[in-house]
């Protein structure tokens, strides 16, 4: 069973940066791919960024790039995201996810396990 546990979150003002951890077990992390999501209050969840198995492969959604940074440490079994430039509208609650194969897609039904959630609010 994998275990999925996000940390990092908290309040933090316009223009501030936070650095979320999500630390995975029961699996070979190596091998399969992660990602980020955010679900802002009354919103969907969509999709924030993702990284390949090796690490060498990213993607990231059109309103954090250039912001945030998706990086993932194998030999820790954990992925992170750098949120630098902050923003009011980057408020949410973040998940981390992870992807049965070495494919980065951006949509959630293709990830099958999630993180519980760690709170993210910009203050303005």
């Known amino acids: 069973q994998v275990q999925l546990v996000e940390s990092g979150g908290g309040l933090v003002q316009t223009g501030g940066s936070l650095r979320l951890s999500c630390a995975a077990s029961?699996?070979?992390?190596?091998?399969?791919?992660m990602g980020w999501f955010r679900q802002a209050p009354g919103k969907e969840r969509e999709f924030v960024a993702a990284?390949?198995?090796?690490?060498?492969?990213?993607h990231y959604a059109d309103s954090v790039k250039g912001r945030f940074t998706i990086s993932k440490d194998n030999a820790k079994n954990t992925v992170y995201l750098q949120m630098n430039g902050l923003k009011p509208e980057d408020t949410a609650v973040y998940y981390c996810?992870?992807?049965?194969?070495?494919?980065?897609?951006?949509?959630?039904?293709?990830?099958?396990?999630w993180g519980q959630g760690t709170q993210v609010t910009v203050s303005s």
């Open positions: 996810a992870l992807r049965n194969t070495n494919v980065v897609v951006t949509a959630s039904q293709f990830y099958a396990y």
């Open positions: 029961g699996r070979t992390f190596s091998l399969y791919t």
């Open positions: 990284i390949s198995s090796s690490g060498l492969r990213t």
